[in-house]
């Protein structure tokens, strides 16, 4: 796996599904941000988890919104991904691999310099294509 520097030129707003837990939630979490914002609609989508609680994962699927306040507008919680550094690493073909994601963020998060109080961040570049990424500090 090849680790990056990726640099994000502004902020991202997203609308939210929170999955009921981690593993086992986030299909569903995926299908319930697609029902409300289908594909094809201009919308890149993402990933975001990060211990909670003590250490357990939250994970929630997201879309961006295409216009202020959207989330709030369709019932769903927001959250912005700021602009700036991020260690990335990009995997093709993720679907044939998807345990590659979890040991991308692992590799990611052992590197210096991350936000300790960042978040793994997966953004689904393509039906093939994410691209796994930690803020840095």
Not at 32 to 44: D, M, T
Not at 53 to 67: P, R, T
Not at 112 to 121: F, R
């Given at each position: 796996?090849?680790?990056?520097?990726?640099?994000?030129?502004r902020?991202?707003?997203?609308?939210c599904?929170?999955?009921?837990?981690?593993?086992?939630?986030?299909?569903?979490?995926?299908?319930?941000?697609?029902?409300?914002?289908?594909f094809?609609?201009?919308?890149r989508?993402?990933?975001?988890?990060?211990?909670?609680?003590?250490?357990?994962?939250?994970?929630?699927?997201?879309?961006?919104?295409?216009?202020?306040?959207?989330?709030e507008?369709?019932?769903?919680?927001?959250?912005t991904?700021?602009?700036g550094?991020f260690?990335s690493?990009?995997?093709?073909?993720?679907?044939?691999?998807?345990?590659?994601?979890?040991?991308?963020?692992?590799?990611?998060?052992?590197?210096?310099?991350?936000?300790?109080q960042?978040?793994?961040?997966?953004?689904?570049?393509?039906?093939a294509?994410?691209?796994?990424?930690?803020?840095?500090?």
């Amino acid at each position: 796996m090849h680790i990056e520097q990726f640099h994000l030129e502004r902020d991202i707003h997203l609308i939210c599904v929170q999955a009921s837990s981690f593993p086992h939630g986030v299909g569903e979490a995926h299908q319930k941000i697609h029902a409300a914002v289908p594909f094809g609609s201009g919308r890149r989508y993402f990933g975001i988890s990060r211990p909670e609680n003590g250490g357990s994962i939250v994970y929630k699927a997201a879309a961006e919104e295409l216009h202020s306040g959207e989330a709030e507008q369709l019932g769903f919680e927001s959250f912005t991904v700021k602009k700036g550094a991020f260690v990335s690493i990009t995997l093709h073909d993720y679907v044939k691999d998807t345990p590659a994601i979890g040991k991308a963020f692992h590799l990611l998060i052992t590197q210096p310099g991350i936000d300790p109080q960042g978040y793994c961040l997966e953004w689904y570049v393509s039906d093939a294509e994410v691209r796994c990424m930690v803020p840095l500090e």
